[in-house]
């Protein structure tokens, strides 16, 4: 019975470790990259205008912001305790990268293409 156990348990244990890099690569394959110019941006959003459409993704806490001067600007803010928020970094008319999650369409990272004034 002892054997049964912990045979079941070692075949689920391995079970899991084998599915789970699959799982990754699949949500991996679901990121999408958009290339454009912010038409509009708000503390939950960004609108990203390219050539023939727009698309609208949501940013929350975890959207990175980087470009030229983002990182430190984000430190200085977080030194004087003020909260960050993504219209701190990137205004309309500016030209953005931003990759996204395909199904949710929230934005994992938006890369600036010009320096962050400081």
């Known amino acids: 019975m002892k054997r049964l156990v912990a045979a079941s348990m070692g075949a689920l244990f391995l079970s899991a470790v084998l599915v789970s890099p699959s799982v990754s690569l699949h949500a991996a394959a679901a990121d999408k990259t958009v290339n454009g110019t912010v038409s509009a941006v708000a503390s939950d959003s960004i609108t990203i205008k390219e050539?023939?459409?727009?698309?609208?993704?949501?940013?929350?806490?975890?959207?990175?912001?980087?470009?030229?001067?983002?990182?430190?600007?984000?430190a200085k803010m977080k030194d004087d305790k003020k909260p960050v928020q993504i219209v701190d970094f990137v205004k309309a008319g500016d030209s953005v990268m931003a990759k996204y999650d395909e199904a949710t369409k929230v934005a994992t990272e938006v890369r600036l293409h010009k320096p962050v004034a400081k």
């Open 51 to 74: 050539k023939d459409a727009e698309i609208k993704l949501t940013v929350d806490s975890k959207t990175r912001v980087v470009g030229t001067g983002a990182g430190t600007k984000d």
